[in-house]
């Protein structure tokens, strides 16, 4: 009786989140669902689920049978890398898995004179500059005036290694050389280094979210980043002026599903490559940059926030660790594991 008693209990509460729209899934984050997302499997959903009482938090499990139910058909829209971290990004037809992300992304980056990181966060006129990668070779070029342009082949890098900080990581990166460091310096209006990322550099993922041990390019701390076009649509609907994909600079984009149904994958397969889904993606104001002018506005983070936040964090994407390593294709199906 007693049990019974508690499994009722269960679905009083599960009534309550629902009715609150909110959801408390792995690692203890809470996911504020849109009316849409729960409004069509809400009847089944609530016959469907098990409770469990962890460490004071409700968790919801989905049985076998009521997640088949709810399988869709996901599949590769866009990849992007983005060479220089910061600057613009590239769109790619197909893209090499690596264990510190794509192939080429976020190998190079901009230090200031210490060595410290530079971006978007508060050099809003990166947003300018953007890339081309031809034939291994990099090309930077101002938006608003193409004439102002530098070439950087990819193997380009001195015998010269400085220490350089990303947040609280310090790692050894070769200098690319004084020619580069001469024409950002001289775009940006400050004294700057172009730096890269020897293969020997090894800048470990947090342990928290480590599956292997994994080293991790220039990027904030992950690999890779998914979002769901569905995703964007929807705080896109509630906005006056839609903003674009480049805003939250991902690495792969999908089709398919509900908005936010990426936050309860846990590992997926993109053509015969396995990702592990480590943890939702916290962003900063670098979303509220136009990535053509470099102008920033308050939204689509001030919406957001009304519906994406957890505690200080407002949350949009999820961060993943590739398993195994090779080369998918836009078009790729996604599979749910």
């Known amino acids: 009786m007693a049990a019974i008693a508690k499994f009722s209990k269960s679905f009083e509460t599960c009534d309550s ?4 729209k909110r959801i408390h899934t792995r690692n203890e984050n809470i996911f504020l669902l849109t009316s849409n997302y729960l409004k069509g499997w809400k009847l089944g959903f609530r016959f469907s689920c098990l409770y469990l009482y962890f460490q004071n938090k409700f968790r919801i499990v989905l049985t076998n049978q009521s997640a088949r139910s709810m399988e869709l058909e996901y599949s590769v829209q866009d990849i992007y890398i983005y060479p220089i971290k910061s600057l613009g990004g590239i769109r790619l037809e197909a893209a ?36 081309k990668l031809i034939n291994d070779i ?35 990166a070769k200098l690319v050389g004084t020619i580069y460091d001469d024409w950002f310096s001289r775009i940006l209006s400050m004294k700057v280094r172009l730096v890269k990322m020897p293969d020997s550099t090894q800048r470990k993922v947090n342990s928290k979210y ?20 569905s995703s964007l649509d929807d705080i896109n609907g509630r906005i006056e002026i839609p903003v674009p994909m480049n805003r939250f600079r ?15 994958w846990k590992r997926i397969v993109i053509g015969e490559i396995t990702f592990q889904v480590v943890k939702p993606c916290p962003r900063c104001v670098m979303p509220t ?17 009304t519906y994406r936040s957890v505690g200080s964090k407002v949350l949009f994407g999820q961060n993943m660790i590739a398993i195994n390593f090779g080369i998918f294709r836009v078009g790729d199906s996604i599979k749910l594991l």
Not at 17 to 20: I, M, Q
Not at 210 to 229: H, K, R, T, W
Not at 250 to 264: K, M, Y
Not at 290 to 303: A, H, I, L, R
Request: hydrophobic share 40%.
């Open 289 to 305: 940059i136009d990535q053509n002018s470099g102008v920033k506005s308050k939204e689509p983070m001030k919406t957001l926030a």
């Open 250 to 264: 991902p690495n792969i984009v999908f089709s398919g599903g509900q908005a936010f149904s990426e936050d309860a």
């Open 138 to 172: 990099i090309t930077v070029f101002k938006q608003d005036q193409q004439e102002e342009r530098i070439v950087i082949p990819v193997a380009q890098e001195t015998e010269q290694s400085i220490k350089v900080t990303v947040w609280d990581d310090e790692m050894d």
């Open 210 to 229: 480590a599956i292997n041990d994994e080293s991790v390019s220039f990027a904030d701390g992950m690999p890779y980043l998914l979002i769901g076009q």
């Open 96 to 131: 090499e898995v690596e264990e510190k992300g794509f192939k080429y992304d976020r190998r190079w980056m901009l230090v200031d004179e210490s060595g410290l990181f530079l971006s978007q966060r508060t050099i809003f006129k990166l947003a300018q500059l953007h890339v």
């Open 17 to 20: 989140l629902l009715a609150e």
